[in-house]
């Protein structure tokens, strides 16, 4: 997994590595954006969570859209969005973002697929993770897992301070 800001187009705009990393490490949701089965793209907001390697994971349905597109072409694009505020004055915005090329999997084993689903519990239900283990299992025949490697990213940021 490789933080390269080479091809960001304002070098003056690169947001730092270690606030990348807190970015995907607590981003909410992301947009994961595929190639669709018939052309074009297809672009979905996602929760997510990152293993803290080279690991993103996102649960969904067994079957969709999502996972038609995934087989048809593995290589995604993943994008989270941080801090946003326009600033009317200015014609400007402030924002930070991250954007990941990635390589996408589907028919994970049980054992990668429940500690995906444990991991997501424990970013987003902390304080109900015996209730949300309870679920995960009750659910977890109906629950799929995407797995996407992390090949590549970069991060770009602009922020104003307080000025407008």
């Not at 969570?49 to 290589?75: F, M, Q």
């Not at 969005?81 to 084993?109: D, N, Q, V, W």
């Amino acid at each position: 997994m490789i933080y390269n800001n080479d091809n960001v187009r304002r070098q003056d705009r690169l947001l730092p590595h270690d606030r990348a990393v807190q970015l995907l490490t607590e981003g909410e949701f992301g947009i994961l954006s595929m190639q669709a089965e018939e052309g074009g793209g297809y672009g979905v907001p996602v929760n997510f969570v990152w293993d803290g390697s080279d690991r993103i994971y996102i649960h969904c349905a067994p079957e969709g859209r999502k996972l038609r597109c995934l087989t048809h072409c593995d290589r995604v694009s993943f994008c989270v969005i941080g801090h946003t505020r326009p600033i009317p004055k200015m014609f400007t915005t402030e924002y930070e973002s991250i954007i990941l090329s990635c390589r996408a999997a589907i028919g994970l084993t049980e054992a990668e697929r429940m500690s995906a689903l444990e991991a997501i519990i424990d970013k987003y239900s902390p304080a109900n993770k015996a209730v949300g283990l309870k679920y995960a299992e009750k659910s977890f025949h109906r629950t799929e897992i995407i797995r996407l490697t992390i090949e590549e990213w970069s991060g770009k940021s602009k922020s104003l301070g307080r000025r407008q």
